[in-house]
């Protein structure tokens, strides 16, 4: 499904141990906003076709930014496809009831609401328990509860589906297991242990991306830069700007001409999606060739 995530904040003070916080911050334009503003979100969301999905996830906490929930209401009320992806961290009570409310009837496999605690090991590192925290987390237990809504789900970045001690009273069961990657060897595989991440990847063949055949899973930073998607954490591909720029416009233009160029072909490693695990190969060494039907992928034998 064609998406775009929504960075609402750069630098996230959860620090979670699996995101490259460094790399972003390091790459971002000096002197750029760091922080998405309302009219901002307004101007971009009224360029997105509508069958865009429109993710609240990118690479922070969306509700760091104090208009996160303003600009997830503008979204819904304009019958915008809307998936959520927060740790709470930020999101008051009181917003997260009224969500829940009025928007909850919208949660599904294609627009999910996934919930990311903290785990018992600590991975989310600037994590503090609080009331505050408590109170909102338990609004949507409680909607889990009386009603499971198919695409609420919960995680956390514990090996063992462990949450924090000071949360687990509160759940009722332990969560999936979880296994990181390496967001494109954006991270430095010494500060892990053996285990912790998948195994590094290398694609020689002609690939795509796993989400999408058409690189259309993007996202967006505050400052209106569009990156391939949310593994670009240092910038490598930014496709253009959704503040002076059409959103078809991003997919006519040099960057996204070079994305589809290299992954037509074998080349030194420039193009991220050589190290993704969510990369597909058009030709398999097995033998299975991949073939596009709609916006998924199907393996077939040769």
Same mark, same amino acid.
């Given at each position: 499904?064609?998406?775009?995530?929504?960075?609402?904040?750069?630098?996230?003070?959860?620090?979670?141990?699996?995101?490259?916080?460094?790399?972003?911050?390091?790459?971002?334009?000096?002197?750029?906003?760091?922080?998405?503003?309302?009219?901002?979100?307004?101007?971009?969301?009224?360029?997105?076709?509508?069958?865009?999905?429109?993710?609240?996830?990118?690479?922070?906490?969306?509700?760091?930014?104090?208009?996160?929930?303003?600009?997830?209401?503008?979204?819904?009320?304009?019958?915008?496809?809307?998936?959520?992806?927060?740790?709470?961290?930020?999101?008051?009570?009181?917003?997260?009831?009224?969500?829940?409310?009025?928007?909850?009837?919208?949660?599904?496999?294609?627009?999910?609401?996934?919930?990311?605690?903290?785990?018992?090991?600590?991975?989310?590192?600037?994590?503090?328990?609080? =009331?505050?925290?408590? !109170?909102? $987390?338990? %609004? #949507?237990?409680?909607?889990? @509860?009386?009603?499971?809504?198919?695409?609420?789900? *919960?995680?956390?970045?514990?090996?063992?589906?462990?949450?924090?001690?000071?949360?687990? =009273?509160?759940?009722? !069961?332990? $969560?999936? %297991? #979880?296994?990181?990657?390496? @967001?494109?060897?954006?991270?430095?595989?010494?500060? *892990?242990?053996?285990?912790?991440?998948?195994?590094?990847?290398?694609?020689?063949?002609?690939?795509?991306?796993?989400?999408?055949?058409?690189?259309?899973?993007?996202?967006?930073?505050?400052?209106?830069?569009?990156?391939?998607?949310?593994?670009?954490?240092?910038?490598?591909?930014?496709?253009?700007?959704?503040?002076?720029?059409?959103?078809?416009?991003?997919?006519?233009?040099?960057?996204?001409?070079?994305?589809?160029?290299?992954?037509?072909?074998?080349?030194?490693?420039?193009?991220?999606?050589?190290?993704?695990?969510?990369?597909?190969?058009?030709?398999?060494?097995?033998?299975?060739?991949?073939?596009?039907?709609?916006?998924?992928?199907?393996?077939?034998?040769?």
């Amino acid at each position: 499904m064609p998406t775009l995530e929504i960075t609402t904040k750069l630098g996230c003070s959860l620090a979670c141990r699996f995101c490259p916080q460094d790399r972003l911050v390091k790459s971002y334009p000096r002197g750029e906003s760091r922080e998405l503003s309302f009219d901002e979100f307004r101007l971009v969301l009224a360029k997105l076709p509508a069958h865009v999905r429109v993710d609240f996830s990118g690479m922070a906490e969306p509700w760091l930014n104090p208009h996160a929930t303003a600009m997830v209401v503008h979204a819904f009320e304009l019958g915008r496809k809307v998936a959520i992806y927060t740790t709470l961290q930020g999101m008051p009570a009181d917003d997260a009831a009224m969500l829940i409310e009025r928007f909850s009837d919208r949660i599904g496999w294609e627009t999910p609401w996934v919930i990311h605690l903290p785990d018992r090991h600590g991975n989310m590192t600037g994590w503090k328990p609080s =009331p505050a925290y408590h !109170a909102t $987390l338990a %609004r #949507f237990i409680a909607l889990r @509860r009386e009603r499971a809504p198919p695409g609420l789900m *919960f995680m956390t970045m514990s090996p063992d589906g462990e949450a924090a001690d000071a949360l687990r =009273p509160l759940l009722e !069961a332990r $969560l999936d %297991r #979880f296994v990181g990657i390496s @967001r494109v060897e954006n991270l430095d595989r010494s500060e *892990f242990s053996p285990g912790e991440l998948l195994r590094q990847v290398r694609h020689e063949q002609a690939l795509l991306c796993g989400s999408t055949p058409f690189f259309d899973h993007n996202a967006m930073l505050p400052n209106g830069d569009v990156v391939l998607c949310c593994m670009d954490y240092s910038r490598r591909h930014v496709l253009g700007n959704l503040f002076r720029q059409s959103y078809a416009e991003l997919f006519a233009g040099a960057g996204m001409a070079a994305v589809r160029a290299r992954a037509m072909t074998i080349d030194d490693g420039a193009l991220i999606c050589r190290h993704c695990h969510n990369a597909v190969c058009l030709s398999q060494s097995d033998g299975t060739h991949w073939r596009l039907q709609g916006d998924a992928m199907w393996a077939a034998p040769t």
